[in-house]
């Protein structure tokens, strides 16, 4: 525990899913917490969890990350706070099912704004602190979603590509410094994502979903490593393995058949 006292990991989408197992490996390993999510209420909860479970300090910050100031916000406070991140886990995002042209396009501009100018802010703001102290590490939520494009999920598909192309952009541009950035690749996994997405009726839910407790754990050992990226589960490292090799009109049709409607579905 000496190795990791009186450092922060801080985590965004910190209450639930991957980023809630996420936190508690970190806690587990004496890292404190700035925890941030956008409710008050599934904050205090988890800082309580937290504090009676580990013995590591719990800092709760309500942010929604959809607001074009938020991430700004969130890097003034804890710098307000003289805190050291040495650790930022960029896990909030979300997506909106549908077909593109059926979409409303202001919900799809929140979509960006929080999967990508957000995480681009977050990035920025702690990287650059990182860089000048030449220590710190940086986990990034992509997707497979990254690597393959997203009949029906367009706009998250096209976000989570920026997400990891920018991150490996850093990596090259890091290669000779004390941070490191990893990118994090799970496939549909078990969490609220769907509800939120609105994706009750799409067939993706009929496949197995992955365990967020596993994907976090792939995760996190990757970022303690200092590996540039991890595809999370053996079927999701076929898929993309797969991607690699065949047309994109091709790997497009299946996730188009992955992600449709339910048959009953489809006329409504």
Do not use: C
Not at 143 to 160: D, F, R
């Amino acid at each position: 525990m000496a190795q990791t006292e009186n450092r922060y990991a801080l985590i965004t989408g910190a209450t639930s899913g991957i980023g809630y197992e996420l936190a508690k490996l970190f806690a587990a390993d004496g890292y404190n917490l700035i925890m941030v999510a956008r409710t008050e209420t599934d904050l205090q909860q988890r800082k309580q969890e937290f504090t009676q479970q580990y013995s590591v300090d719990v800092i709760t910050i309500a942010k929604d990350l959809f607001q074009p100031n938020a991430a700004f916000e969130l890097y003034d406070e804890v710098k307000s706070r003289n805190i050291v991140v040495n650790v930022l886990v960029n896990d909030a995002a979300q997506g909106q099912y549908g077909l593109f042209v059926e979409q409303d396009i202001h919900r799809l501009l929140e979509i960006i704004q929080l999967n990508v100018a957000s995480f681009t802010a977050l990035t920025h703001l702690f990287l650059k602190d990182m860089v000048a102290r030449n220590e710190g590490k940086i986990l990034q939520l992509a997707s497979i979603a990254s690597q393959l494009p997203g009949p029906w999920q367009a706009v998250y598909h096209g976000t989570k590509a920026y997400v990891l192309s920018l991150t490996e952009a850093l990596i090259s541009e890091l290669k000779d410094t004390g941070v490191t950035l990893t990118a994090l690749q799970p496939g549909a996994t078990d969490t609220d994502f769907f509800n939120k997405a609105d994706m009750q009726d799409s067939k993706i839910l009929d496949t197995k979903l992955s365990d967020p407790a596993k994907v976090a754990k792939d995760g996190y050992e990757a970022l303690m490593s200092g590996d540039d990226k991890v595809v999370s589960g053996l079927k999701n490292k076929v898929m993309v393995g797969m991607s690699n090799i065949m047309p994109e009109s091709t790997v497009a049709e299946q996730m188009n058949k992955m992600q449709e409607p339910r048959d009953e579905d489809k006329d409504n």
